[in-house]
Nanobody, 124 residues
Framework: QVQLVESGGGLVQAGGSLRLSCAAS????????MSWFRQTPGKERNFVAA????????YYADSVKGRFTISRDNAKDMVYLQMNNLKPEDTAVYYC?????????????????WGQGTQVTVSS
């Protein structure tokens, strides 16, 4: 079992920045990927960014490339999402997710554990 707890969401003006944090605990040594997804009401949960837990490679959705950065603190089992130049369309609930099998795509169905989510609201 892996437990994930997100923090760092809030209200920010367009062009501003936020950093989301995800604290992982439990059997994190079996992790292949830690990722961030986001979801707006009535819509599907969409991939934002992923980090390969063992190699450190990172992957991003086209909509956030160059603005968002996913990173980790190895010593603390923390994953971060630095979000810069935020836009109103970035408004969503952001979820941290953990995959403990090899993932070949960006589907939320491939992930085994989820945090409770944190709300990010970007005002225009």
């Amino acid at each position: 079992q892996v437990q994930l707890v997100e923090s760092g969401g809030g209200l920010v003006q367009a062009g501003g920045s936020l950093r989301l944090s995800c604290a992982a605990s439990g059997r994190t040594s079996y992790t292949y990927y830690m990722s961030w997804f986001r979801q707006t009401p009535g819509k599907e949960r969409n991939f934002v960014a992923a980090l390969a837990w063992r190699g450190g490679s990172t992957y991003y959705a086209d909509s956030v490339k160059g603005r968002f950065t996913i990173s980790r603190d190895n010593a603390k089992d923390m994953v971060y999402l630095q979000m810069n130049n935020l836009k109103p369309e970035d408004t969503a609930v952001y979820y941290c997710a953990c995959a403990q099998t090899y993932v070949t795509g960006n589907s939320p169905n491939d992930y085994d554990y989820w945090g409770q989510g944190t709300q990010v609201t970007v005002s225009s």
